[in-house]
Nanobody
Framework: QVQLVESGGGLVQAGGSLRLSCAAS????????LGWFRQAPGKESEFVAA????????YYADSVKGRFTISRDNAKNTVYLQMNSLKPEDTAVYYC??????????????????WGHGTQVTVSS
């Protein structure tokens, strides 16, 4: 059974950086497409970034394009989200998700089969 565990969240000032990690266990990591979503208090969950199982293609929400970078290390069974130039509106719980045996999942929550429990990111102004 595939499990995902996020880490790396915390409190940071506006303009700062954080790197989130999501470690996977179970299954064959290299056969998953992966993504990051976030949910702010009182708001619906929103897509942040996704990466194909090959790692060749990446996709971003317009709100984070140019500031966030998704990457994966198949040898470590880990996906990362590097977040730079953070803004207070980036404050949310961040979740990683995996599309098992899917080459592409993009921004579609229904294509993700497994979700982590989330890590809190708080950006102060």
């Amino acid at each position: 059974q595939v499990q995902l565990v996020e880490s790396g969240g915390g409190l940071v000032q506006a303009g700062g950086s954080l790197r989130l990690s999501c470690a996977a266990s179970g299954g064959t990591f290299s056969s998953y497409a992966l993504g990051w979503f976030r949910q702010a208090p009182g708001k619906e969950s929103e897509f942040v970034a996704a990466i194909t199982w090959s790692g060749i293609s990446t996709y971003y929400a317009d709100s984070v394009k140019g500031r966030f970078t998704i990457s994966r290390d198949n040898a470590k069974n880990t996906v990362y989200l590097q977040m730079n130039s953070l803004k207070p509106e980036d404050t949310a719980v961040y979740y990683c998700a995996a599309g098992i045996s899917r080459s592409y999942t993009g921004s579609y929550p229904s294509l993700y089969d497994v979700w982590g429990h989330g890590t809190q990111v708080t950006v102060s102004s």
